[in-house]
């Protein structure tokens, strides 16, 4: 040893002799109580640190290597990304209970932690050990992660932090806090016990009995160790609880469940406990890493090989030969260590002793004589006997890929950063005040009066996509024209009969229809005038399927105010909760809307009994029917009596009978066709009125208006919101509030990340 060993040597000796017999309270779980301080101390005395080896490993890695393991380590301990798939490297110790993993993570790291022969890790132990830079101090943090708990609950006590200038007071003082934070842990215990029965047969009457309850054991919190250290190069491991064989249920899945959750990282490095006396096909871990496919990342780590008997001897060494045929060959090998037995601990036997006896061992003539009588097992390398060897190897395996991963570790963050980013600003600001949440209203309400304005003005969003719902404009005009379209063209129910008597081919004619209805409303009015309700009756009967294609166009109107104002709303509020609340905060009145576009529509509708008209258009379209008409009539007398002058120049009786003819069915029909031109000139003028009506009056004025439905979520409604409704509208729900806090502390933990990424790249740079 060093110098500095030395000295540390010489104060332990001193206090031992000062307090020896003191009657200090601190016994590790599994060791025997005794009143020498002394004796209990060398088990954990700091000079248990090999400053050599430390050199070497520190060496091996370098300067920029420690502080970017340093630097891994950081993000990994953030406790808000532990939740990603960031895949950080790292070491895991996995094993079955009372296979000595506590007693090689005591060796690997030369810190102080308990060591018994029974269940003695009921939690996961992080532990972080740094090498103390020029301007720090010694000193630790010992703290828990509460995971898991289901339910909110209090860590079972406080951080527990001690910096000194003294490596060997921390030391004494990281003994206790440690064994003290073990001891606390046990009163965790978040999992009710757990009642079982038994049936027992006594002459053939089965009975149930009662066994004691299974209280659970193991925790899924986590109890993180850092140390600061000097002469220390960095390392950091992950003990996870044995597997449990027997005992409560809970206990054997969850020992499971956690040894998988830190395995499934496809980056750790898994550190496999076997005891060398112990079957191979009867070790949990190695079907669970086979199940994680991490075969190519587990190093096998035999433990307790002084106990192991010859029958032992041919499994034992051909796992340390490690041939790639073998059935349990990993790729980073197996190694072999010793343990210090149950009475090396209770004698205080220092770790300086442990590592010398374990050399002793791996060069002993037991040893020795099994090479001897198995020649082939000679070939052996030594690297892989003994602790220090298992260090190196870890280390190097774990700065390989820290290295190799950390472009990809850092590259991940950045688009976590990207993407956490985005869905907070998809949030928008906190709202939990009425002025907040006015604001946010109000910023909603902005984006969407200006989308409104770009549907009806024809800015549209989509260009490209005609079919496109937010083209109300454009879905509008289409149906106008189709409306128009069908009013002037399919909405007859008796065709315009421009001659003087109907087709032969219709089975009642207009004309003919026209004469029965006259007939059927004849009433007190002088003999040859028409009657009174005549061409009221006609117009209604003429235009009755108006109102069907009228309902039709304002339906397909509706319906495209609806589908624009539900794409609308999406585009400008992103939050589906919100969303549907405005959405129901509006109901009525959007409901109130329609209601009276539709009275609007009844009103025109009921209007088409009044059929005066002062357009001018009017006469002019009854000239333009009854010239032609008369016209002819003209041309008829004229042609007959041409005829008859030809027929019979002695015979003008002949004539005149025939021109008299004539006439009178001209007579006879004339009120008939007046009626029928003043009907076609009353439509022409009446029809494009009608859609005139329709297309302003309702879909204009009450379904596109200021107060159609488009409309109503607009400044003065948010204005007069209570603050009750504005809470209960736009306030934000227990889950989005949660939401939101774990995407804050997920992006603080990205950005603290970062900048220590950035950092220690520019450094690398720098140098």
């Given at each position: 040893m060093n110098g500095d060993s030395d000295d540390t040597r010489s104060q332990l000796k001193d206090l031992s002799n000062s307090q020896k017999d003191s009657g200090s309270s601190f016994v590790a779980p599994g060791i025997q109580k005794t009143n020498s301080w002394f004796t209990r101390s060398k088990l954990l005395s700091p000079e248990f640190s090999n400053i050599k080896d430390e050199a070497e490993l520190g060496k091996m890695m370098g300067d920029d290597g420690e502080k970017l393991l340093a630097l891994v380590d950081d993000i990994r301990q953030i406790d808000s990304l532990r939740n990603e798939e960031l895949y950080i490297p790292q070491i895991v110790v996995i094993g079955a209970t009372s296979t000595g993993k506590s007693s090689v993570l005591q060796a690997l790291t030369r810190l102080p932690f308990p060591v018994a022969d029974g269940l003695c890790t009921?939690?996961?132990?992080?532990?972080?050990?740094?090498?103390?830079?020029?301007?720090e101090i010694p000193g630790y943090k010992i703290e828990v992660k509460m995971d898991g708990s289901g339910?909110?609950?209090?860590?079972?006590?406080?951080?527990?932090?001690?910096?000194?200038?003294?490596?060997?007071?921390?030391?004494?003082?990281?003994?206790?806090?440690?064994?003290?934070?073990?001891?606390k842990m046990k009163l965790t215990n978040p999992l009710p016990p757990r009642a079982s029965k038994v049936v027992q047969v006594k002459h053939g009457i089965s009975s149930a009995d009662q066994r004691p309850a299974l209280i659970p054991q193991l925790l899924k919190h986590r109890l993180q160790i850092t140390v600061q250290k000097p002469n220390q190069a960095h390392f950091s491991i992950v003990d996870i609880p044995g597997f449990v064989s027997s005992g409560a249920a809970e206990d054997i899945q969850l020992s499971i469940e956690l040894a998988r959750q830190y395995t499934k990282n496809k980056e750790a490095i898994v550190?496999?406990?076997?005891?060398?006396?112990?079957a191979m096909a009867n070790?949990?871990?190695?079907?669970?890493?086979?199940e994680e496919r991490a075969l190519d990342r587990t190093i096998g780590v035999i433990t307790k090989t002084d106990r192991a008997q010859e029958a032992d001897y041919e499994t034992l060494f051909n796992l340390l030969r490690n041939r790639p045929d073998s059935e349990y060959h990993?790729?980073?090998?197996?190694?072999?260590?010793?343990?210090?037995?149950?009475?090396e601990i209770q004698d205080g036997e220092l770790f300086e002793e442990r590592d010398k006896k374990e050399d002793e061992f791996f060069g002993s003539r037991k040893w020795k004589e099994v090479t001897l009588k198995f020649p082939a097992w000679d070939s052996i390398d030594p690297k892989v006997l003994g602790i220090q060897g298992l260090k190196r190897t870890l280390q190097g395996h774990l700065y390989k890929r820290v290295k190799e991963n950390f472009p990809r570790l850092r590259s991940k963050m950045r688009s976590l950063e990207i993407e956490y980013n985005t869905k907070v600003q998809s949030m928008g600001d906190p709202r939990d005040e009425p002025l907040d949440q006015r604001v946010y209203l109000s910023a909603i309400q902005t984006i969407y009066e200006t989308e409104v304005e770009r549907s009806l003005n024809g800015d549209y969003r989509f260009v490209d996509n005609p079919e496109h719902p937010s083209r109300l404009r454009y879905h509008i005009k289409t149906?106008?024209?189709?409306?128009?379209?069908?009013?002037?063209?399919?909405?007859?129910?008796?065709?315009?009969?421009?001659?003087?008597?109907?087709?032969?081919?219709?089975?009642?004619?207009?004309?003919?229809?026209?004469n029965n209805t006259w007939d059927a409303h004849r009433g007190s009015e002088p003999r040859h005038d028409a009657p009174q309700s005549l061409k009221k009756a006609l117009v209604k009967q003429q235009t009755e399927s108006w109102e069907?294609?009228?309902?039709?166009?304002?339906?397909?109107?509706?319906?495209?105010?609806?589908?624009?104002?539900?794409?609308?709303?999406?585009?400008v509020c992103k939050d589906d909760a919100l969303r549907l609340k405005i959405r129901e905060k509006l109901e009525e009145q959007e409901k109130k809307a329609f209601e009276d576009a539709k009275t609007e529509l009844h009103n025109i509708l009921a209007d088409r009994d009044y059929i005066d008209s002062w357009n001018p258009q009017l006469e002019i379209f009854i000239v333009q029917c009854q010239r032609p008409r008369i016209e002819r009539q003209m041309k008829a007398q004229l042609a007959q009596q041409k005829k008859g002058q030809a027929a019979g120049a002695g015979s003008p009786e002949t004539s005149v009978d025939q021109v008299s003819a004539r006439e009178q069915f001209y007579v006879n029909?004339?009120?008939?066709?007046?009626?029928?031109?003043?009907?076609?000139?009353?439509?022409?003028?009446?029809?494009?009125?009608?859609?005139?009506?329709?297309?302003?009056q309702v879909v204009e004025r009450h379904l596109l208006g200021q107060n159609g439905p488009l409309r109503l979520f607009n400044r003065n409604w948010i204005l007069k919101l209570k603050d009750e409704e504005l809470r209960e509208l736009v306030g934000e729900n227990d889950e989005t509030r949660a939401a939101r806090r774990d995407l804050k502390e997920r992006l603080d933990g990205l950005k603290n990340a970062l900048q220590k990424a950035d950092i220690a790249l520019r450094s690398r740079t720098d140098g």
């Amino acid at each position: 040893m060093n110098g500095d060993s030395d000295d540390t040597r010489s104060q332990l000796k001193d206090l031992s002799n000062s307090q020896k017999d003191s009657g200090s309270s601190f016994v590790a779980p599994g060791i025997q109580k005794t009143n020498s301080w002394f004796t209990r101390s060398k088990l954990l005395s700091p000079e248990f640190s090999n400053i050599k080896d430390e050199a070497e490993l520190g060496k091996m890695m370098g300067d920029d290597g420690e502080k970017l393991l340093a630097l891994v380590d950081d993000i990994r301990q953030i406790d808000s990304l532990r939740n990603e798939e960031l895949y950080i490297p790292q070491i895991v110790v996995i094993g079955a209970t009372s296979t000595g993993k506590s007693s090689v993570l005591q060796a690997l790291t030369r810190l102080p932690f308990p060591v018994a022969d029974g269940l003695c890790t009921r939690f996961v132990t992080e532990t972080t050990i740094r090498r103390c830079g020029p301007s720090e101090i010694p000193g630790y943090k010992i703290e828990v992660k509460m995971d898991g708990s289901g339910i909110s609950q209090d860590a079972p006590f406080q951080p527990k932090t001690f910096e000194s200038d003294q490596w060997v007071d921390v030391y004494q003082k990281l003994r206790e806090d440690i064994n003290d934070a073990f001891d606390k842990m046990k009163l965790t215990n978040p999992l009710p016990p757990r009642a079982s029965k038994v049936v027992q047969v006594k002459h053939g009457i089965s009975s149930a009995d009662q066994r004691p309850a299974l209280i659970p054991q193991l925790l899924k919190h986590r109890l993180q160790i850092t140390v600061q250290k000097p002469n220390q190069a960095h390392f950091s491991i992950v003990d996870i609880p044995g597997f449990v064989s027997s005992g409560a249920a809970e206990d054997i899945q969850l020992s499971i469940e956690l040894a998988r959750q830190y395995t499934k990282n496809k980056e750790a490095i898994v550190l496999a406990i076997s005891p060398a006396v112990d079957a191979m096909a009867n070790q949990k871990w190695l079907n669970l890493v086979m199940e994680e496919r991490a075969l190519d990342r587990t190093i096998g780590v035999i433990t307790k090989t002084d106990r192991a008997q010859e029958a032992d001897y041919e499994t034992l060494f051909n796992l340390l030969r490690n041939r790639p045929d073998s059935e349990y060959h990993l790729k980073l090998g197996w190694f072999a260590v010793r343990n210090r037995s149950s009475q090396e601990i209770q004698d205080g036997e220092l770790f300086e002793e442990r590592d010398k006896k374990e050399d002793e061992f791996f060069g002993s003539r037991k040893w020795k004589e099994v090479t001897l009588k198995f020649p082939a097992w000679d070939s052996i390398d030594p690297k892989v006997l003994g602790i220090q060897g298992l260090k190196r190897t870890l280390q190097g395996h774990l700065y390989k890929r820290v290295k190799e991963n950390f472009p990809r570790l850092r590259s991940k963050m950045r688009s976590l950063e990207i993407e956490y980013n985005t869905k907070v600003q998809s949030m928008g600001d906190p709202r939990d005040e009425p002025l907040d949440q006015r604001v946010y209203l109000s910023a909603i309400q902005t984006i969407y009066e200006t989308e409104v304005e770009r549907s009806l003005n024809g800015d549209y969003r989509f260009v490209d996509n005609p079919e496109h719902p937010s083209r109300l404009r454009y879905h509008i005009k289409t149906f106008n024209d189709q409306f128009e379209s069908e009013i002037q063209h399919n909405a007859l129910k008796y065709g315009w009969q421009v001659n003087d008597h109907d087709d032969e081919a219709d089975k009642m004619g207009i004309l003919t229809w026209i004469n029965n209805t006259w007939d059927a409303h004849r009433g007190s009015e002088p003999r040859h005038d028409a009657p009174q309700s005549l061409k009221k009756a006609l117009v209604k009967q003429q235009t009755e399927s108006w109102e069907t294609k009228t309902y039709f166009y304002i339906q397909q109107v509706e319906d495209a105010i609806k589908a624009c104002n539900d794409d609308l709303f999406a585009f400008v509020c992103k939050d589906d909760a919100l969303r549907l609340k405005i959405r129901e905060k509006l109901e009525e009145q959007e409901k109130k809307a329609f209601e009276d576009a539709k009275t609007e529509l009844h009103n025109i509708l009921a209007d088409r009994d009044y059929i005066d008209s002062w357009n001018p258009q009017l006469e002019i379209f009854i000239v333009q029917c009854q010239r032609p008409r008369i016209e002819r009539q003209m041309k008829a007398q004229l042609a007959q009596q041409k005829k008859g002058q030809a027929a019979g120049a002695g015979s003008p009786e002949t004539s005149v009978d025939q021109v008299s003819a004539r006439e009178q069915f001209y007579v006879n029909n004339k009120k008939v066709y007046e009626v029928h031109d003043w009907l076609l000139a009353y439509w022409k003028v009446a029809y494009p009125r009608f859609v005139d009506n329709i297309i302003i009056q309702v879909v204009e004025r009450h379904l596109l208006g200021q107060n159609g439905p488009l409309r109503l979520f607009n400044r003065n409604w948010i204005l007069k919101l209570k603050d009750e409704e504005l809470r209960e509208l736009v306030g934000e729900n227990d889950e989005t509030r949660a939401a939101r806090r774990d995407l804050k502390e997920r992006l603080d933990g990205l950005k603290n990340a970062l900048q220590k990424a950035d950092i220690a790249l520019r450094s690398r740079t720098d140098g």
